[in-house]
């Protein structure tokens, strides 16, 4: 009897946000809905697992730019540009729809990062321009690299793509694209070996350093239909919100920064912040949910960059 009430208290002490992320890591590779691969996936899990539901987007996108490299556009047209609009349209549309939410809830890597980071060690913040290069690495990773060498370089490097790498290997399932040898291989797994030592110290360090899709929902968080909102004239300055956020950020100032993974932590510890739903047919100037400027920005695009990812 004190075992199934022990159980019972268990459970009930474990929050959504960790049911859900439990529920996505099993969906997402769930072996029985892999006749489901067609569908490119919202967020960062490696498809090169044959247990894996979706496909990865930035694979798609990857094999886009090879393609073209090797001159095949003219023969396979439709099917290269219709794989990259298709990736790149997910992607959008969960950026406008939710932005850093399916980051924060969905991912299954950055579930791991989450369960590391909460062994008892000492912890600290990186800096909110941490996440600036993101942007400049999913053009230089995904794009611009396959398209030279003619090879997978993201996957190379990729974390959960090295778990499954891993774990395939170990099982001897063979894989659906090459594994990276020689030197790549020592690359890869020191990657992940870093990124999950880091997680120990600081909130998913991946997902703000590295991540590509990351950095595209990052930059929709301005403007995403799924926004945290905060009424300023209700808050007290108790910096609650500041010091629940495991990014290290202040809500009070920046509400949806693009290092944000709306984990929602801070709205559990503050009751002037609160998850709203954004109209998307009216004007994006919600008075007291995050500062926008009265001037519109002019001149340089790296000041809009700067602004959208602040």
Not at 169 to 188: C, D, K, T, W, Y
Request: net charge positive; hydrophobic share 45%; aromatic share 12%.
């Amino acid at each position: 009897m004190q075992t199934r009430k022990s159980l019972r208290q268990f459970i009930a002490a474990i929050s959504l946000r960790r049911w859900i992320q439990t529920l996505s890591l099993i969906l997402a590779n769930a072996y029985f809905l892999s006749w489901l691969r067609f569908i490119p996936c919202g967020f960062l899990n490696c498809s090169n697992c044959a247990l894996a539901t979706f496909t990865c987007p930035l694979i798609l996108l990857q094999r886009g730019a090879i393609f073209i490299s090797m001159g095949m556009l003219g023969m396979m047209f439709w099917k290269i540009v219709g794989s990259i609009i298709v990736a790149l349209a997910i992607l959008l549309l969960f950026g406008a729809a939710l932005g850093t939410w399916t980051c924060g809830w969905l991912c299954p890597f950055g579930f791991v990062q989450d369960l590391l980071h909460k062994i008892p060690t000492r912890k600290f913040s990186l800096p909110g321009w941490a996440g600036w290069f993101r942007l400049p690495l999913f053009a230089l990773l995904v794009g611009i690299i396959p398209y030279l060498t003619r090879s997978f370089a993201f996957c190379d490097i990729c974390p959960p793509g090295t778990i499954t790498r891993l774990v395939q290997q170990a099982s001897n399932i063979p894989l659906f694209l090459r594994a990276p040898e020689g030197i790549m291989a020592l690359v890869s797994i020191s990657s992940l070996g870093l990124f999950l030592f880091l997680a120990l110290f600081i909130n998913r360090p991946f997902c703000t350093l590295l991540c590509p899709i990351g950095g595209i929902y990052g930059l929709s968080n301005k403007f995403s239909g799924l926004f945290l909102g905060i009424k300023k004239d209700d808050c007290s300055l108790c910096r609650l919100c500041e010091k629940s956020c495991p990014q290290g950020l202040n809500p009070l100032e920046i509400p949806n920064h693009s290092s944000c993974t709306r984990c929602l932590e801070c709205t559990d510890h503050c009751e002037t912040l609160k998850v709203d739903l954004k109209n998307l047919t009216t004007d994006h100037k919600f008075e007291g949910h995050y500062h926008v400027p009265q001037e519109p920005r002019k001149g340089r695009a790296f000041r809009l960059y700067l602004y959208l990812y602040l």
